[in-house]
């Protein structure tokens, strides 16, 4: 306890001593070797006014008035203005009548930072330092000195782009510099709000004097924010020319982009809802960002390779070179098509009404190639495939030069385009592809099975999945050389059942169609079958997922050596469509010349019958119906003319 005493004791008596000293040197003097030593490591103008007092404690200084730090010579705004500046000094020096700087803090400040519209920015301070300081040495007209700890309390950064002509203002500003020595590691810890959002960041710089120089230093440094965070490890200037291995982490990438003023952008699941990102990454020009040896991780789907982002203009352009195993952007089809929710139509199971939201397409503009395993877009499914994807102005496309789907090849282009409202369309070919997961996946249609060649090229618009089909246009073909149409059974229907279970095989199938807000229109179906042939016309309801249609199958030479049609209609909804026979048209078709026969039979008997009872008699090409009603005009004029008789 006594050593205790004696160390406190002795603290005691050293700060008396200090605090003695401090009271014998002159507060002015304090302020301007401040301002000095200030003004020559930053290479500006700086100005202390106001009253200085003194202070003791917590610092031992003083503390002045406001204070101004000049800007570049090319803008007349002040770098920094702050309410007053507390200056703490070395108490070993103030014994010795010496001023020594050892902590500097800033009350409410105000920053300004600039950048010209030639690229030039106003915290540059190697080239704007004065002529008395140009030969300050390696520091690149900043003088070397030492600061144990710099810091900032309630401040505000009003941060200018003249060449965007956009401005952002961040609040709340406290920061701590520590740099004991100008040649060795400084250390930065900040706060602030921007927006409503936390920032903080913390880095570490391995040579100070060499980054105010505008060399290459060491560099570590983490940045976090609502949403999410990004991580460097490399070497940095102050201009922010960077080489080094990069991170990128959000838990929301939407609200992540929102906190750094990039704005909100609701984006589709396995699009980056959720982002991992590693990297090696050059940073240079103030807007070109390199990455190699990528990883990226948008929520489930994995990818990588090497991309190139350009963040000037106001909006990030990509160019990048991918390759990826399965991915899944199955939410892209809006809850994935059909469904029985209660917002879906009422025909059948019905598309979703869900609104889509594609206001993601706008946060960037992309050129990029992709390779991958498998790719499932919700309405349609991919194997190994070479993509080619272009984003611009909210307008995506996807050109598939060489790709594989459903077995088969796949060629052609799909375009989502939200820059007037959204809207989608495509030319896509198809050859030996399976039918039946085709059809199931754009359509919900199970029943067709078998490989076909085809096309379709479409255009649908609207705000939701069901608008989008219910307003679809377009034409396409299909041929098929063998396959299946389950729950339905052609031999039962031409022989001794109705036709409504089992299964039809046939050899040959071919078929033209024309849609138009959301209907498909086809009148030239023609199926070849071991012992039949078919027919067929009408419509399918793309949007509202119904179907009437008139399918003709006609036995050859089953009826004295004539061929027999038996229509059939197809009509109601997707998901259990009615089919019966149709006699009318079976009667039409099969009876023709009989119909005929009967019918002119019948017409004679008629005229007979009104020459005996009202004597009159039908002219050739008159009908009975005018014949009859000559008749009886003329039987009532002779009628009126006896009243004059």
Request: aromatic share 4%; hydrophobic share 45%; charged share 20%.
């Amino acid at each position: 306890m006594r050593i205790l005493r004696g160390l406190f004791f002795g603290v005691v008596v050293f700060l008396g001593f200090a605090a003695l000293g401090l009271f014998l040197l002159p507060k002015e003097r304090i302020a301007k070797v401040a301002s000095a030593e200030i003004s020559k490591a930053l290479g500006r103008e700086v100005s202390i006014t106001g009253d200085i007092g003194l202070s003791v404690w917590p610092v031992l200084g003083v503390k002045t008035g406001p204070v101004v730090v000049a800007g570049p010579e090319w803008d007349a705004a002040p770098l920094l203005k702050a309410e007053g500046l507390s200056i703490g000094v070395g108490a070993a020096a103030a014994l010795r009548r010496e001023v020594e700087i050892r902590r500097v803090e800033l009350v409410n400040p105000e920053i300004t930072l600039i950048t010209a519209k030639d690229g030039r920015v106003s915290w540059d301070f190697g080239a704007g330092a004065p002529a008395e300081s140009a030969d300050a040495g390696a520091a690149g007209g900043v003088t070397p000195f030492s600061l144990a700890r710099a810091s900032v309390t309630g401040g505000t950064v009003l941060i200018e782009d003249r060449s965007t002509g956009t401005r952002e203002k961040i609040t709340a500003l406290d920061a701590e510099l520590s740099l004991p020595d100008m040649a060795g590691p400084a250390t930065l810890s900040l706060g602030a709000v921007r927006g409503g959002a936390a920032l903080t960041l913390e880095a570490r710089v391995g040579h100070a004097d060499d980054l105010l120089a505008g060399r290459l230093t060491p560099v570590t440094a983490r940045f976090a924010t609502a949403g999410g965070s990004l991580g460097f490890e490399g070497r940095a200037t102050q201009a922010f020319e960077a080489e080094g291995q990069l991170s990128v982490s959000t838990s929301s990438t939407s609200t992540f982009m929102q906190s750094l003023g990039l704005g909100a952008a609701e984006l589709p699941r396995g699009l980056g809802q959720a982002i991992d990102l590693t990297a090696k990454m050059t940073f240079s020009g103030g807007e070109v960002l390199n990455l190699r040896a990528m990883t990226l991780k948008l929520d489930q789907n994995t990818l990588t390779g090497d991309a190139d982002i350009r963040l000037g203009g106001g909006k990030p352009k990509i160019t990048a070179k991918l390759a990826a195993g399965a991915l899944d952007f199955a939410a892209l089809a809006a809850s994935g098509g059909s469904g029985s929710s209660s917002d879906t139509a009422s025909a059948g199971t019905g598309w979703s009404t869900t609104a889509i939201d594609a206001s993601g397409l706008a946060a960037v503009d992309a050129d990029m190639s992709l390779s991958v395993q498998s790719l499932d877009a919700g309405m349609i499914k991919l194997g190994a495939s070479q993509i080619g994807v272009s984003l611009d102005t909210s307008r995506l496309v996807m050109k598939l030069p060489k790709a594989t789907g459903y077995n088969g090849q796949i060629t052609g282009e799909f375009v989502v385009n939200n820059r007037g409202g959204l809207s989608v369309g495509g030319n896509i070919n198809v050859l030996q592809a399976d039918v039946k997961p085709l059809l199931t996946d754009l359509m919900g249609v199970e029943r067709l099975s078998g490989k076909a060649d085809g096309f379709v090229k479409f255009l649908g618009s609207g705000s939701t999945l069901n608008a989008i089909m219910t307003s679809l246009s377009g034409n396409g073909g299909i041929a098929m050389a063998g396959g299946t149409i389950s729950g339905f059974d052609l031999n039962g229907l031409m022989g001794t059942g109705n036709g409504e279970k089992g299964t039809t095989v046939f050899d040959k199938l071919g078929a033209s169609f024309d849609m138009a807000g959301g209907v498909l229109t086809n009148d030239n179906l023609n199926m070849a079958l071991p012992r039949f042939t078919a027919t067929g016309k009408g419509q399918i309801g793309l949007g509202a997922q119904t179907i009437d249609y008139l399918f003709t199958p006609v036995a050859l030479k089953a009826n004295s050596g004539q061929d027999l049609a038996f229509p059939v209609r197809i009509r109601g909804p997707w998901s259990n469509p009615r089919i019966v026979p149709d006699l009318s048209a079976a009667i039409d078709l099969n009876f023709k010349e009989k119909k005929e026969e009967v019918k002119q039979k019948a017409d004679a008997a008629i005229k007979q019958k009104l020459e005996q009872e009202l004597g009159v008699t039908v002219g050739e090409g008159e009908s009975v119906e005018d014949a009859v009603k000559q008749g009886v005009e003329d039987k009532l004029k002779k009628e009126l003319f006896k009243i004059f008789e």
